[in-house]
């Protein structure tokens, strides 16, 4: 019984899911599409043992994750990016689908996602992607980036610090770890806004900031992507 809900839950999924990503032809083709399908499903079939995103939602996740991603994916250049933090590939994973002749370095530190993100590169055969069970302050490159990409980044030292300050040290320990001219995203909310266009750091020059709001038809509450230079 409840193995014929699940099926007839994801059937309706796939009708709906296949109808919003096909919105989208400007970036994906069926074979995309059908990885990207593909590729939730697998999430979500993990995400039932052990929670991997915060939603039980598949649909939820589409709308907001996967489609936020699509138009991310907008104001990337081609080249290599290290998704810092990737967890279950949100949204490096994603942006190896849509961009498969850019390179990925997805880099968490917890295993679970790890062995998830393994799987998935093996199930759908990516071969744009390279994944690293490290800890941001050991992180360390062999070459330099085109973009490094943050979301949701967690650390007690910055929790409760106002946004300014916190873009601040996110900045500095990146540029700590990685060496040579590349471009931070953050992805974030609405407190985007408050940052001002030039940050002054200490022992280094003036960084350049720039604010990119991500359109949502489905949600009113839109993200943000925080470019710092």
């Known amino acids: 019984m409840l193995q014929s809900l699940y099926g ?35 999430l979500f079939d993990w995400h039932d043992n052990k929670n991997l995103i915060s939603t039980r939602d598949p649909l939820y996740f589409l709308k907001r994750d996967f489609y936020d991603t699509i138009q991310f994916s907008n104001f990337l250049k081609k080249g290599m990016h290290v998704d810092v933090g990737t967890g279950a590939g949100i949204p490096g994973l994603i942006l190896s689908i849509l961009r498969p002749s850019d390179k990925f370095v997805l880099v968490d530190r917890r295993e679970y996602p790890i062995r998830f993100l393994k799987h998935v590169q093996l199930a759908l055969n990516l071969e744009n992607i390279s994944i690293k069970q490290v800890d941001v302050n050991k992180l360390s490159l062999s070459s330099t980036p085109t973009s490094i990409i943050l979301k949701n980044f967690s650390n007690k030292k910055i929790s409760n610090l106002p946004i300014t300050k916190k873009m601040s040290y996110l900045y500095k320990l990146i540029k700590s770890r990685v060496s040579g001219d590349y471009v931070i ?45």
């Open 185 to 229: 995203f953050v992805i974030t909310g609405s407190l985007a806004l408050k940052i001002p266009k030039t940050l002054s750091l200490p022992d280094t020059t003036e960084v350049s900031v720039s604010v990119k709001k991500l359109d949502s038809p489905f949600f009113n509450e839109c993200k943000y992507i925080l470019e710092m230079i």
């Open 8 to 42: 007839y839950i994801m059937l309706e999924f796939n009708t709906e899911a296949t109808k919003i990503l096909s919105s989208q032809i400007s970036h994906l083709d069926g074979k995309t599409i059908e990885k990207s399908l593909k590729f939730i499903r697998l």
